[in-house]
């Protein structure tokens, strides 16, 4: 009686799906997961005439557990703490390898160390709408503070900007609503699709519309794939570094699949591959030291695939 007590949302029901089958995240109290994720990405950009190209590669591994549910919504509060990141990064000359198991002195392997084990928060409804990330600053601030006071001035600017940047709510919006698939809100069958418009946070900002279809499924597992469409904020202003202002104008495609558990709508493998092109436009009114417009042509390839054992 206790078990049942401590569930709530919509149970898939084991039946054949020709009937339809209204997918929803199930919670219980308690629950934890294990999300192990690899990931690999090039960035090209082009900088008069300068061809500039970053690599990276590495996986991480998230612990999340259900800490409260939120029935009037119809959602759980999730817990999250990294639990392992390993990361190598090369551009032209220069590469950086960070293990959060190692034991390496240097500033970014102290900062991201200083990561591990830390909690923050994200609302998920059961249809898969990420809500208030919380803890985010919290986990920033103890990221920062693990900077050696060695450090110099240049290479501690870098580093603030790139955790406040990659660790910031709006970073963890962007990476989640790629890792949980959302759901139609009505019964679906083999073959049907649906889509959703969600908002895309930070730096790039603009939307991302994504065309879902359920390929497959019994009452044993579930398969969806995603086709997405992002179109950045063109005309929004926005700091691109080092205090120069300018627009963002891209546009890219993703591709994903997943594996849902039929008995209660987690995600349990996912493969996705995106690619984004299009250019950063460097503004010349916003700096005296820059006499017109500069546009840097940029190209992402990224391609994830992860695991959630349950």
């Known amino acids: 009686m206790l078990f049942r007590a401590m569930l709530f949302g919509s149970l898939l029901p084991l039946v054949s799906l020709a009937q339809g089958v209204q997918l929803r995240y199930e919670f219980t109290s308690g629950r934890s997961f294990e999300l192990r994720v690899q990931d690999r990405s090039e960035t090209y950009l082009t900088i008069q005439d300068n061809h500039q190209r970053t690599s990276t590669q590495g996986n991480y591994t998230l612990s999340l557990r259900v800490v409260q549910l939120l029935p009037t919504i119809s959602a759980a509060r999730i817990e999250a703490r990294y639990k392992k990141i390993f990361l190598t990064a090369s551009s032209q000359d220069v590469s950086n390898t960070i293990?959060?198991?190692g034991n390496a002195q240097d500033a970014l392997n102290l900062v991201f160390r200083a990561?591990?084990?830390h909690p923050f928060y994200f609302t998920l409804k059961n249809n898969g709408t990420i809500q208030d990330i919380q803890g985010v600053d919290s986990l920033i601030q103890r990221?920062?503070?693990a900077?050696?006071?060695?450090?110099?001035?240049?290479d501690r600017q870098a580093i603030v900007q790139f955790v406040?940047?990659?660790f910031d709510a709006n970073a963890f919006y962007n990476q989640f609503i790629s890792l949980f698939p959302r759901y139609a809100d009505h019964a679906i069958q083999i073959g049907d699709g649906w889509t959703d418009i969600v908002e895309i946070l930070g730096r790039l900002g603009g939307s991302l519309t994504t065309a879902w279809k359920l390929d497959y499924g019994d009452k044993y597992g579930i398969k969806v794939s995603a086709q997405g469409k992002m179109i950045s904020n063109r005309s929004a202003i926005m700091d691109l570094g080092g205090g120069i202002k300018g627009n963002v104008d891209v546009q890219g495609n993703i591709q994903a699949s997943y594996l849902i558990a039929a008995d209660n709508g987690w995600p349990t493998r996912s493969v996705q591959h995106t690619e984004i092109n299009g250019k950063y436009i460097y503004r010349a009114a916003y700096n005296k030291k820059m006499k017109q417009d500069i546009e840097v042509p940029i190209r992402y390839v990224h391609d994830l695939?992860?695991?959630?054992?349950?």
């Open 143 to 145: 990221a920062l503070q």
């Open 305 to 310: 695939q992860y695991e959630l054992l349950q």
């Open 99 to 101: 293990n959060t198991e």
């Open 115 to 117: 990561l591990i084990d």
């Open 147 to 154: 900077i050696p006071s060695r450090t110099s001035k240049a």
């Open 164 to 166: 406040t940047e990659q």
